[in-house]
């Protein structure tokens, strides 16, 4: 994998070989960036269920003021951190090692709201509508912000 545009274009970026984590695959990363590549610039940002962080990181690369990695594994929080040293995007990033509901918890408490929400859960869970759920009600979109379920 790569980060395809910004700053950091051309970085690879490590991913994890589990069947738990699935990249997104670099065509289709590259389609909806083509999509919300005008919504980006000084965005607050949450790639929930982060994975390596590729989107996440793909944001703050073009131009994203902040995004938020949320990812309860420990090996993927390890594998985010490290692609975000390798495309020194660190000082842009917040990495929150915790189950997706605690999160979305911690984030609403701190009055955290987001101009692009990306959920990528895993295969065969509910995460994603409860997860929807959660941000609608707590209102953690700002307006006119963007959520995107893969």
Known sequence: MRVISGTAR?????????????PTLDRVK???FNIIQNKLEDAI?????????????ECISRGAEKAYFCEKS???????YENLIKTRLKDKAIV?????????????????????????????????IEAM???????????CGKLIVE
């Open 133 to 143: 759920k959660y941000i609608k009600n707590a209102q953690m979109l700002k307006d």
């Open 74 to 80: 420990h090996q993927a929080t390890k594998m985010v």
């Open 10 to 22: 051309g970085t690879k970026i490590n991913s994890i070989d589990s069947i738990e984590t699935r």
């Open 30 to 32: 590259e389609s909806l």
């Open 45 to 57: 940002v949450l790639d929930l269920f982060a994975g390596s962080g590729a989107i996440g990181i």
């Open 96 to 128: 929150l090692n915790k189950d997706y509901e605690k999160c979305l918890k911690q984030l609403y408490d701190d009055k955290i709201r987001f101009d692009l929400i990306y959920i990528d859960p895993p295969y065969k869970t509910d995460c994603a």
